[in-house]
């Protein structure tokens, strides 16, 4: 089982820019792939960008294409989310995926992002 824990939510004005990391211990051996998710009240999850863990080929929600960038540091490891001229309908509920090959699925606690504007 993988757990993770999310971190850089919180409040910010519409044009800024917040990272979220979300860090991996446990069994993270082998990951194949590790996703970013949002989610709002009375919504579904939504996807919002991913990154293989071997090669680095990252996917984009057209929604954040060209503001979002995801990477990772495979040594400790962590996947980050750099969320730049964020607007108001980016305010939700963000949670890290982690995907094992087999697959598994491990999910992270969530963490608010809030963009007033």
């Known amino acids: 089982q993988v757990q993770l824990a999310e971190s850089g939510g919180g409040l910010v004005q519409a044009g800024g820019s917040l990272r979220l990391s979300c860090a991996a211990s446990g069994r993270t051996f082998p990951t194949d792939y590790m996703g970013w998710f949002r989610q709002t009240p009375g919504k579904e999850r939504e996807f919002v960008a991913g990154?293989?863990?071997?090669?680095?080929?990252?996917s984009y929600a057209d929604s954040v294409k060209g503001r979002f960038t995801v990477s990772s540091d495979n040594a400790k490891p962590t996947v980050y989310l750099e969320m730049n001229g964020l607007k108001a309908e980016d305010t939700a509920v963000y949670y890290c995926?982690?995907?094992?090959?087999?697959?598994?699925?491990?999910w992270g606690q969530g963490t608010q992002v809030t963009v007033s504007s």
């Open positions: 990154m293989s863990w071997s090669g680095g080929i990252a």
């Open positions: 995926e982690w995907v094992i090959y087999g697959p598994t699925t491990s």
